[in-house]
């Protein structure tokens, strides 16, 4: 079984090719970014790939980002993702469309080299592997209506940007300033988990969650 290895912390990465070796993997690379992923896979085209989430450079999402293009242009390889923290936003898009050959496991649980070993078997040969705890968390995520996250205030804002007043029309119907509308659409852009985009494009996405469509 081929793998390959993305994890910025080099005794982290070290230690993951040690572990995989000893139980009979073939670690063809082991990367510390996104990009050298990509070219690993694209070379080698692994079984599996072990991916942290965050990675060079902005450290944000570039290791999820990466295991989504693996899925979409190489949907045979499987991936197990590892996060310090349960982020379940990641989970989600990662689980949005398909379920097989895939994991989610936060690094505690490396430490445990059985459940790991495990677990990433488990995932390479066509399973699912989710840690307890991003189970959890998506359990909530689903059940929890994002809306009910607005205040009455940010309810009213979103109210009349459906009703596509503008942000200076907005202010005078509900006679605060400018600033304030601005800080109030920004907090309904955040508890909505809109993706990062341009304002217009999020406008829309809000409004559409608003009407029920999104």
Known sequence: MRAVIAEDSVLLRVGLVKVLEAVGY????????????????ERHRPQVVVVDVRMPPGFTDEGVRAAL????????????????????????????????????LLKERVANVDDFVEALQRVAEGGTA???????QLLVRRHRDPLERLT????????????????AAIAAALVVSDSAVAKHINSI??????????????????????????
């Open 189 to 214: 852009f955040t508890k909505l988990d809109l993706p990062t985009a341009d304002a217009t494009h999020r406008r829309v996405l809000a409004v559409l969650r608003y009407l029920g469509e999104g």
């Open 152 to 167: 009455p205030r940010e309810r009213d804002v979103l109210k009349l940007m459906a009703q596509g007043h503008s942000n």
């Open 26 to 41: 073939e670690v063809a690379d082991a990367v510390g970014d996104a990009e050298a992923l990509l070219v690993a896979v």
């Open 130 to 136: 989710l840690d307890p705890e991003v189970v959890s």
């Open 69 to 104: 293009v693996i899925r979409r242009q190489w949907p045979e390889v499987a991936v197990l993702l590892l996060s310090q923290y349960v982020e379940e936003r990641y989970a989600a898009d990662l689980l949005a469309s398909n379920t097989s050959g895939v994991g989610y």
